[in-house]
């Protein structure tokens, strides 16, 4: 039982333009959503989260959306850079899950020069 | 102050044989967490721990798996009689307290288990 998925396993994007990473849950308990950055052999660093009572966080050139109503959120990226290259991970827990984060699959996001 | 630090990084092992994957959490931090990354998937919890306790270990497979952080020396993940389908990425995080995830939890460069 998938309950975060990413439905795109990469993206290809032109640098200086908007990358928009797509995440859709099922579990209507998850309140607080993270993305994670994933450099190949190592390990996930946290990126920017957002809780369930907001709609929108934005920490620099990373902004992420939260649509309760369909269960989704989408992370952007602009200006895309070649070094945000990487595979991107949405993770989400309950309030009750505390230790447990549950992850999508994880989109790869190729930024061309 | 190091980060989370994994070892081994690779490790190799024929079917049947024991994994011992071994993570030290970041000074300071006395909670850990194991997660598996199966090969075109996302991570999967495994188990949490504290300090010479196991406090969630709903996501671990019932046989041949088992956990520790004893009170010196790092957490172990332990693997008897490895079978082909063991193969991944083992990751370990590491907080001060119950994870605020944004904020407190380092994840280590993983050990990457390859069963032969």
């Known amino acids: 039982d998938q309950q975060v998925k990413q439905n795109s396993p990469s993206l290809s994007v032109q640098e200086g333009r908007i990358s928009i990473l797509n995440c859709d849950y099922t579990n209507s308990m998850f309140d607080y959503f993270l993305w994670y950055k994933k450099y190949p052999a190592e390990g996930p660093t946290f990126l920017i989260s957002?809780?369930?009572?907001?709609d929108k966080n934005e920490d620099g050139r990373f902004t992420v959306f939260l649509n309760k109503s369909a269960k989704h959120l989408s992370l952007h990226i602009v200006p895309s850079q070649p070094g945000d290259s990487a595979v991107y991970f949405c993770a989400a827990r309950t309030e009750t899950s505390g230790s447990r984060l549950t992850f999508g699959e994880g989109t790869q996001l190729t930024v061309n020069p | 102050n190091a980060g989370v630090m994994q070892n081994p990084r690779h490790l190799v092992r024929r079917r049947g044989q024991e994994a011992r994957l071994r993570c030290s959490p970041m000074k300071g931090h006395s909670h850990v967490y194991w997660y598996r990354q199966l090969p075109e998937e996302g991570l999967k919890f495994m188990v949490y721990l504290q300090k010479e306790n196991i406090i969630d270990e709903s996501g671990m497979p019932k046989e041949r798996f088992s956990a520790e952080f004893p009170k010196e020396g790092p957490s172990i993940l332990r693997i008897q009689q490895v079978v082909r389908g063991d193969s991944a990425a083992y990751f370990c995080?590491?907080?001060?307290?119950?994870?605020?995830?944004?904020?407190?939890?380092?994840f280590g460069q993983g050990t990457r288990l390859t069963v032969v």
């Open positions: 957002i809780s369930s009572i907001k």
């Open positions: 995080a590491s907080s001060r307290s119950t994870a605020a995830w944004d904020t407190e939890a380092f």
